[in-house]
């Protein structure tokens, strides 16, 4: 089965610092890569999607990579600002499968 | 914009109640799911449809059933709630097809007494 792993759980940076979550799968059979941003108790918005196919994905300060083939994927934020602070997800969606399967996420803190 | 609406944004029900928690999608989305969060655990997926009146089982179907009777709409149902379905509910839809971006809802946080 499936597992994503998300290291590290929680970080903190400084205002205006560059940074990088990490996102890992075990499988390499899969479709596509999503990256998603959770606000505490809300929903989840989709950031950026890579086709298996594709090797990243970029929009505005986030740039996505996928490497498939050792099941890894980064998310970098360039520039961070406090209103990045939000809990980053990955999720994998498995050849021959409808759902995702989801890392547990890197809480991020930017400080002012 | 897609947008993906949940009931209810927070909810407090009692042990044994029938509870029915709706997600409606304006997107005309053929694949509809509901996941739940918990903290440690992260996402999992309860149920899944890929068009009206199917389902598939997801990762824990346990004590959950669901109805899409229309495209839109996509019920979960807790036949009797119990302590340990206190958890947040989210909503999810995308696209016909595998590589599509599922679009999410705002998650419906129930507490369960």
């Known amino acids: 089965k499936q597992e994503v792993t998300q290291i590290p759980a929680a970080l903190s940076v400084p205002e205006g610092e560059n940074l990088v979550l990490n996102c890992s799968f075990t499988?390499?059979?899969?479709?596509?890569l999503q990256w998603f941003r959770q606000d505490p108790g809300k929903g989840l918005t989709s950031l950026l999607l890579?086709?298996?196919?594709?090797r990243e994905q970029t929009s505005g300060r986030l740039n996505a990579s996928l490497d498939k083939s050792s099941g890894r994927s980064t998310l970098y934020i360039a520039a961070s600002q406090p209103g990045d602070s939000a809990t980053y997800l990955c999720a994998v969606l498995q050849t021959g499968a409808n759902n995702l399967f989801f890392g547990t996420g890197t809480r991020l803190t930017v400080i002012p | 914009d897609v947008k993906v609406t949940q009931s209810s944004r927070y909810l407090v029900k009692r042990t044994g109640e029938k509870v029915f928690l709706e997600c409606v999608q304006d997107m005309d989305h053929e694949n509809m799911f509901w996941y739940r969060q918990d903290p440690g655990l992260g996402l999992r997926l309860i149920y899944f449809s890929y068009d009206v009146k199917m389902k598939e089982k997801g990762d824990i179907p346990e004590g959950y059933s669901v109805s899409r009777e229309k495209k839109e709409r996509f019920s979960l149902i807790l036949e009797s709630a119990s302590t340990n379905q206190t958890s947040m509910y989210l909503c999810?839809?995308?696209?016909?097809?595998?590589?599509?971006?599922?679009?999410f809802g705002p998650g419906t946080r129930l507490t369960v007494t």
């Open positions: 499988d390499s059979a899969i479709y596509n």
């Open positions: 890579i086709q298996s196919s594709q």
């Open positions: 999810a839809s995308s696209p016909g097809g595998s590589l599509y971006e599922q679009y």
